[in-house]
């Protein structure tokens, strides 16, 4: 992993966005702010899973009348989603929103930019500058990624250009295509360009499948180059699968950890147990917790036991049962209808002893290990980012 990029630090809410700040998650409302009490239940869920930044679009008058109250109750900063209307923007700031995310082509000319970024300025409001690949003149559909990637960045940097011109220079850059070779190839030479922090995703990446893996290869890739503050993954799903696959990415990328990291074998003819039934019940009840945990769910006596013995918790299913360990002791022997609901007691018994306030983990091993590694790097910190 490559040192993470310098971006300057741009406050959105009670969060940063950049500089020294976790790599943040986000993700965006499917509903009209008018529909307030649905969209406040689908915040919460969002903020449950781990969302720390709520994206909403504000595409009329009503949109931005529903704000205030919005804002209000919100638990997670609300960024404003506004194209082609001006007054819709600016409407948005008056109503106390935490960022603006607008495309300065497509706002109205430069007088009203200017009167945008002026309303922004005075109330510290970071604006998120968003060029997507499909707003390309077409001509540049047939172009390979570079080429496009190239005219993503020149026609980023002009409005950023336009905007830091006003005086304001809270700014978040975010390129995003639908495919990975483009995104990667306009994030990278934008990290080239200048310090604002950038908002890594692809856009319209497909359904949870599809969009999973290719989400996983553009934003770790670039994660894993250092480059990246805030990401979010575009699913054609619930959003709050959007929020699970983002911190999927962050924990595997080792970028940062929250929740708990199940591993699983996955299985062979060794295997004498029904395995993936106790995986996918297992995966379903610890999906939110927010304890960094690990837990491993191995399928024989042969190689099982060592993975088990390496994680906070784990099982070695075996013909008749299973052997359950924690911190690599052996802390039970269970028959095969009692493996999950063991698991889970002593994932909880685990998950009890991390205080997440105090920072004070109780590691696995390899979580050890990794310490140790940034220890010798220098870094003391428990995100390993926090260091760049
Ligand atoms: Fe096969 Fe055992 Fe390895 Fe699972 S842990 S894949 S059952 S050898």
């Not at 001006?86 to 082509?105: D, F, M, Q, S, T």
């Not at 483009?182 to 890594?200: C, F, I, Q, S, V």
């Not at 989400?215 to 990246?228: K, V």
Request: proline share 5%; glycine share 10%; hydrophobic share 45%.
């Amino acid at each position: 992993m490559r040192l993470r990029r310098r971006s300057r630090p741009v406050p959105v809410g009670n969060l940063t966005i950049g500089g020294t700040a976790p790599v943040s998650v986000q993700s965006m409302s499917t509903l009209h702010p008018a529909r307030a009490g649905q969209l406040l239940e689908e915040i919460s869920r969002l903020a449950a899973a781990g969302c720390e930044l709520i994206r909403v679009a504000v595409p009329d008058q009503e949109a931005v009348e529903a704000l205030p109250a919005l804002v209000a109750r919100s638990p997670l900063p609300v960024v404003a989603d506004v194209h082609f209307d001006y007054r819709l923007a600016l409407g948005a700031l008056e109503a106390g929103v935490h960022k603006l995310r607008i495309n300065p082509g497509n706002i109205g000319g430069a007088d009203r930019l200017a009167l945008v970024a002026a309303a922004a300025r005075e109330r510290g409001i970071a604006i998120r500058v968003g060029v997507n690949a499909g707003s390309l003149p077409a001509v540049f559909g047939r172009r390979d990624p570079a080429e496009r990637a190239a005219a993503m960045v020149e026609g980023a940097l002009e409005q950023v250009r336009i905007i830091e011109g006003l005086g304001h220079e809270a700014i978040v850059v975010a390129l995003k295509a639908s495919d990975v070779a483009t995104t990667l190839e306009a994030n990278r030479l934008m990290a080239t360009k200048g310090d604002w922090p950038l908002h890594l995703g692809l856009t319209e990446a497909g359904s949870r499948n599809r969009g999973s893996v290719a989400s996983a290869i553009a934003i770790g890739t670039l994660l894993l180059e250092g480059i990246g503050d805030t990401i979010r993954v575009s699913l054609s799903a619930d959003p709050v699968e959007e929020v699970r696959v983002a911190w999927d990415i962050l924990r595997a990328t080792g970028i940062r950890q929250r929740g708990v990291t199940v591993i699983a074998c996955p299985t062979c003819g060794r295997c004498q147990v029904e395995l993936f039934p106790v995986v996918e019940q297992v995966e379903k009840a610890v999906a939110d917790w927010e304890t960094p945990l690990t837990i491993a769910i191995m399928g024989c006596a042969v190689n099982g036991p060592g993975e088990a013995r390496e994680a906070d918790v784990g099982l070695a299913a075996g013909c008749e049962g299973g052997v359950i360990f924690r911190h690599g002791e052996v802390v039970g022997r269970v028959s095969s209808h009692e493996m999950v609901d063991a698991l889970l007691a002593e994932a909880s018994r685990a998950a009890a002893m991390i205080d997440i306030n105090a920072g004070a983990m109780l590691p696995s091993k390899k979580s050890i290990g990794q310490k140790a590694m940034n220890e010798e790097k220098g870094d003391s910190e428990d995100y390993r980012e926090s260091s760049h």
